[in-house]
């Protein structure tokens, strides 16, 4: 996966800064819901043949798609969601987790869950999908590390 755009800031913390900054510009959920939703139209193309239930994220309500890549000293994963609101959860993820270490991954909590308030705002089944994702990206870099 050598096109992802991912990572954008050098680590892990400082995307979870950023995304707390950006965030903290909007002054109501509905520009945040919004904010989010542009940033899942920002996830790389995502081909159809991996669409898959092999690559199916369990444990969301809407349908997410997700292919890890590479080895303990990088980890890539490219996803997508039908859900124009998921996607931008997936992005949020991948911003924090994606073209990182598996030791990066591991030590990584993700603060930027409940620095943007997230937690409060989701719906349950949202919030369900996103611990799922967040559950497989910390699996795929325990394996990793364990190999």
């Known amino acids: 996966m050598s096109d992802s755009p991912f990572p954008l800031e050098p680590t892990p913390a400082d ?13 109501d959920w509905s520009e945040r819901y919004q904010y989010l939703i542009d940033l899942g139209r ?23 798609w997700i292919v890890p890549s590479g080895d303990a000293s990088r980890l890539d994963f490219a996803a997508a969601s039908d859900s124009v609101i998921v996607s931008g959860l997936v992005f949020l993820a991948l911003r924090v987790y994606s073209g990182r270490s598996a030791s990066e991954i591991v030590a990584t909590e993700p603060d930027f869950i409940s620095a943007i308030g997230l937690a409060k705002h989701l719906s349950p089944t949202r919030s369900n999908g996103l611990t799922a994702l967040l559950a497989l990206i910390q699996e795929q870099a325990r394996g990793a590390l364990a190999t």
């Open 42 to 64: 920002k996830l790389p193309e995502f081909p159809d043949a991996w669409k898959t239930e092999e690559h199916r994220l369990l444990g969301c309500q809407s349908m997410v």
């Open 15 to 27: 995307a979870q800064r950023v995304i707390a900054e950006e965030f903290a510009f909007f002054g």
